[in-house]
Protein backbone atom coordinates (compact mmCIF):
# COMPACT_ATOMS: atom_id res chain seq x y z
CA UNK A 1 0.00 0.00 0.00
CA UNK A 2 2.88 2.23 0.82
CA UNK A 3 4.52 1.79 -2.32
CA UNK A 4 1.06 2.60 -4.23
CA UNK A 5 0.45 5.78 -2.33
CA UNK A 6 4.24 7.21 -3.55
CA UNK A 7 3.26 6.37 -6.92
CA UNK A 8 -0.51 7.69 -6.77
CA UNK A 9 1.67 10.94 -5.24
CA UNK A 10 3.87 11.22 -7.98
CA UNK A 11 1.29 10.72 -10.65
CA UNK A 12 -1.03 13.89 -8.81
CA UNK A 13 2.11 15.77 -9.31
CA UNK A 14 2.66 14.93 -12.61
CA UNK A 15 -0.74 16.26 -13.58
CA UNK A 16 -0.30 19.51 -12.07
CA UNK A 17 3.23 20.49 -13.17
CA UNK A 18 3.67 18.38 -16.73
CA UNK A 19 0.23 18.33 -18.12
CA UNK A 20 -2.50 21.29 -16.50
CA UNK A 21 0.21 23.69 -15.91
CA UNK A 22 1.31 23.13 -19.87
CA UNK A 23 -2.37 24.03 -20.78
CA UNK A 24 -4.68 20.91 -21.14
CA UNK A 25 -7.82 21.58 -19.22
CA UNK A 26 -10.07 19.01 -20.63
CA UNK A 27 -11.44 17.26 -17.14
CA UNK A 28 -11.91 13.82 -18.48
CA UNK A 29 -8.46 13.63 -19.41
CA UNK A 30 -7.05 15.41 -16.46
CA UNK A 31 -9.37 12.63 -14.44
CA UNK A 32 -7.94 9.63 -16.97
CA UNK A 33 -4.37 11.01 -16.68
CA UNK A 34 -4.86 11.02 -12.92
CA UNK A 35 -6.44 8.04 -12.57
CA UNK A 36 -4.00 5.15 -14.86
CA UNK A 37 -0.94 3.54 -13.00
CA UNK A 38 1.60 4.63 -15.68
CA UNK A 39 3.86 2.89 -13.88
CA UNK A 40 2.27 -0.50 -14.49
CA UNK A 41 3.15 -0.02 -18.01
CA UNK A 42 6.95 0.27 -17.98
CA UNK A 43 9.59 -2.32 -17.32
CA UNK A 44 10.20 -2.86 -13.70
CA UNK A 45 13.55 -1.36 -14.43
CA UNK A 46 12.51 2.17 -14.87
CA UNK A 47 9.33 1.99 -13.19
CA UNK A 48 10.91 4.63 -10.96
CA UNK A 49 10.55 7.15 -13.52
CA UNK A 50 7.13 6.60 -14.87
CA UNK A 51 6.35 9.72 -14.00
CA UNK A 52 9.00 12.05 -15.41
CA UNK A 53 8.18 13.91 -18.31
CA UNK A 54 10.10 11.95 -20.65
CA UNK A 55 9.11 8.83 -23.17
CA UNK A 56 10.16 5.50 -21.80
CA UNK A 57 11.89 2.08 -23.23
CA UNK A 58 9.69 -1.18 -23.25
CA UNK A 59 11.67 -3.63 -25.25
CA UNK A 60 11.53 -4.35 -29.30
CA UNK A 61 12.46 -0.54 -29.94
CA UNK A 62 9.46 0.48 -28.74
CA UNK A 63 8.71 3.41 -26.27
CA UNK A 64 5.44 4.23 -23.88
CA UNK A 65 5.33 8.49 -24.73
CA UNK A 66 5.82 11.15 -22.31
CA UNK A 67 2.75 12.09 -20.56
CA UNK A 68 2.39 15.33 -21.20
CA UNK A 69 2.20 13.82 -25.47
CA UNK A 70 -0.76 11.40 -24.58
CA UNK A 71 -2.22 13.90 -22.76
CA UNK A 72 -2.27 16.07 -25.88
CA UNK A 73 -3.43 13.68 -28.50
CA UNK A 74 -5.89 12.69 -26.57
CA UNK A 75 -7.40 16.15 -25.59
CA UNK A 76 -6.79 16.79 -29.16
CA UNK A 77 -8.72 14.40 -31.00
CA UNK A 78 -12.22 15.52 -29.11
CA UNK A 79 -13.45 12.56 -27.63
CA UNK A 80 -16.17 11.78 -25.21
CA UNK A 81 -18.01 9.18 -23.55
CA UNK A 82 -20.11 8.18 -27.05
CA UNK A 83 -16.51 8.15 -28.95
CA UNK A 84 -15.37 4.58 -30.81
CA UNK A 85 -11.85 5.34 -31.22
CA UNK A 86 -8.88 2.78 -33.10
CA UNK A 87 -5.66 3.28 -32.23
CA UNK A 88 -2.90 1.99 -34.45
CA UNK A 89 0.92 0.65 -31.75
CA UNK A 90 -0.65 -0.30 -28.74
CA UNK A 91 2.73 -0.79 -27.60
CA UNK A 92 2.83 -0.18 -23.77
CA UNK A 93 -1.11 -0.30 -23.61
CA UNK A 94 -0.85 3.23 -21.28
CA UNK A 95 -2.54 5.24 -23.92
CA UNK A 96 -5.21 2.88 -24.94
CA UNK A 97 -6.01 2.85 -21.13
CA UNK A 98 -6.18 6.65 -20.90
CA UNK A 99 -8.38 6.26 -23.66
CA UNK A 100 -10.93 3.77 -22.27
CA UNK A 101 -11.33 6.18 -19.23
CA UNK A 102 -12.71 8.71 -21.92
CA UNK A 103 -14.24 6.33 -24.90
CA UNK A 104 -17.03 4.25 -24.96
CA UNK A 105 -15.10 1.42 -26.94
CA UNK A 106 -11.77 1.41 -28.39
CA UNK A 107 -9.88 -0.64 -30.38
CA UNK A 108 -6.18 -0.71 -30.57
CA UNK A 109 -3.95 -2.81 -32.83
CA UNK A 110 -0.14 -3.88 -32.55
CA UNK A 111 2.54 -5.22 -35.22
CA UNK A 112 4.57 -6.91 -32.33
CA UNK A 113 2.47 -9.85 -30.25
CA UNK A 114 4.53 -9.71 -27.21
CA UNK A 115 3.96 -6.16 -26.82
CA UNK A 116 -0.04 -6.50 -27.32
CA UNK A 117 -0.11 -9.78 -25.46
CA UNK A 118 1.61 -7.95 -22.83
CA UNK A 119 -0.42 -5.11 -22.86
CA UNK A 120 -3.48 -6.42 -22.80
CA UNK A 121 -2.75 -8.56 -19.72
CA UNK A 122 -1.96 -5.44 -17.99
CA UNK A 123 -5.14 -3.84 -19.44
CA UNK A 124 -7.47 -6.73 -18.32
CA UNK A 125 -5.87 -7.03 -14.57
CA UNK A 126 -7.28 -3.35 -14.47
CA UNK A 127 -10.43 -4.14 -14.99
CA UNK A 128 -11.07 -2.54 -18.03
CA UNK A 129 -14.15 -4.53 -20.81
CA UNK A 130 -14.22 -1.34 -23.74
CA UNK A 131 -10.44 -1.95 -24.92
CA UNK A 132 -10.11 -4.71 -27.39
CA UNK A 133 -7.12 -5.50 -28.66
CA UNK A 134 -5.53 -7.22 -32.47
CA UNK A 135 -2.09 -7.98 -33.70
CA UNK A 136 -1.62 -6.78 -37.19
CA UNK A 137 -0.44 -3.94 -39.42
CA UNK A 138 -1.63 -1.12 -38.16
CA UNK A 139 -1.95 0.16 -42.17
CA UNK A 140 -4.93 -2.08 -42.82
CA UNK A 141 -6.60 -0.91 -39.72
CA UNK A 142 -9.73 -2.96 -38.58
CA UNK A 143 -12.83 -2.76 -41.10
CA UNK A 144 -14.16 -4.89 -39.33
CA UNK A 145 -15.63 -2.62 -36.73
CA UNK A 146 -15.27 0.46 -38.63
CA UNK A 147 -16.10 3.65 -39.17
CA UNK A 148 -14.60 5.03 -36.37
CA UNK A 149 -15.12 8.48 -34.51
CA UNK A 150 -11.32 8.90 -34.20
CA UNK A 151 -8.21 7.01 -35.57
CA UNK A 152 -4.87 7.65 -33.56
CA UNK A 153 -1.40 6.47 -34.18
CA UNK A 154 1.15 6.00 -31.75
CA UNK A 155 4.08 5.84 -34.39
CA UNK A 156 4.57 7.91 -37.51
CA UNK A 157 3.77 6.77 -41.42
CA UNK A 158 5.45 8.47 -44.16
CA UNK A 159 2.52 9.32 -45.66
CA UNK A 160 -1.27 9.24 -44.29
CA UNK A 161 -2.69 5.56 -44.43
CA UNK A 162 -5.19 5.68 -46.70
CA UNK A 163 -7.14 2.52 -45.64
CA UNK A 164 -7.32 4.16 -42.16
CA UNK A 165 -8.84 7.32 -43.82
CA UNK A 166 -11.71 4.66 -45.66
CA UNK A 167 -12.43 3.62 -41.90
CA UNK A 168 -13.00 6.88 -40.50
CA UNK A 169 -16.62 8.26 -40.07
CA UNK A 170 -17.75 11.84 -42.12
CA UNK A 171 -16.45 14.73 -39.28
CA UNK A 172 -13.72 12.00 -37.73
CA UNK A 173 -10.65 13.11 -36.30
CA UNK A 174 -7.56 11.28 -37.23
CA UNK A 175 -4.23 12.32 -34.78
CA UNK A 176 -0.93 10.73 -35.99
CA UNK A 177 2.76 11.87 -36.15
CA UNK A 178 3.80 12.57 -39.92
CA UNK A 179 7.30 13.23 -41.40
CA UNK A 180 8.13 15.97 -42.95
CA UNK A 181 11.25 18.13 -44.73
CA UNK A 182 12.18 18.65 -40.95
CA UNK A 183 11.17 15.55 -39.38
CA UNK A 184 7.77 14.94 -37.49
CA UNK A 185 4.93 16.83 -36.92
CA UNK A 186 1.49 15.81 -34.98
CA UNK A 187 -0.79 16.72 -37.26
CA UNK A 188 -5.01 16.56 -37.04
CA UNK A 189 -7.02 15.62 -39.70
CA UNK A 190 -10.67 15.90 -40.27
CA UNK A 191 -12.72 14.16 -42.50
CA UNK A 192 -14.98 16.41 -44.32
CA UNK A 193 -16.05 14.06 -47.46
CA UNK A 194 -14.25 11.14 -48.93
CA UNK A 195 -12.32 13.65 -50.78
CA UNK A 196 -12.14 16.28 -48.76
CA UNK A 197 -9.35 16.72 -45.31
CA UNK A 198 -8.60 19.69 -43.45
CA UNK A 199 -5.17 19.12 -42.03
CA UNK A 200 -3.84 20.90 -38.85
CA UNK A 201 -0.13 20.88 -37.63
CA UNK A 202 -0.11 20.71 -33.94
CA UNK A 203 3.38 20.33 -32.94
CA UNK A 204 7.02 18.72 -33.46
CA UNK A 205 7.25 15.71 -31.91
CA UNK A 206 9.67 12.40 -32.22
CA UNK A 207 7.85 8.85 -32.68
CA UNK A 208 8.73 5.08 -33.64
CA UNK A 209 8.21 4.65 -36.97
CA UNK A 210 5.43 2.70 -38.20
CA UNK A 211 6.16 -0.76 -39.38
CA UNK A 212 3.95 -2.83 -41.84
CA UNK A 213 4.55 -6.46 -40.80
CA UNK A 214 3.55 -8.35 -37.55
CA UNK A 215 6.37 -9.90 -36.36
CA UNK A 216 7.83 -11.51 -33.62
CA UNK A 217 11.01 -9.73 -31.82
CA UNK A 218 13.71 -10.24 -29.54
CA UNK A 219 13.43 -7.46 -26.41
CA UNK A 220 16.58 -5.46 -26.78
Known amino acids: MAVYNEFQAQRLEMVKRQIEARGISNKQVLDA ?12 DVMECAYEDRPLPIGYGQTISQPFIVAFMTESAMLNNTSKVLEIGTG ?23 LSESAKKI ?4 GYK ?15 HAPFDTIILTASPKDI ?7 LKINGHM ?23 IKEDLMSVRFVPMVGNTKSLSKD
Open 92 to 114: SGYQAAILGEVCKEVYTIEVVQE
Open 130 to 144: NIHFKVGDGHKGWAE
Open 175 to 197: IMPLEDSYGQELVRIVKKGEEEL
Open 33 to 44: MEKVPRHLFVPK
Open 161 to 167: PKKLLKQ
Open 123 to 126: IRKL
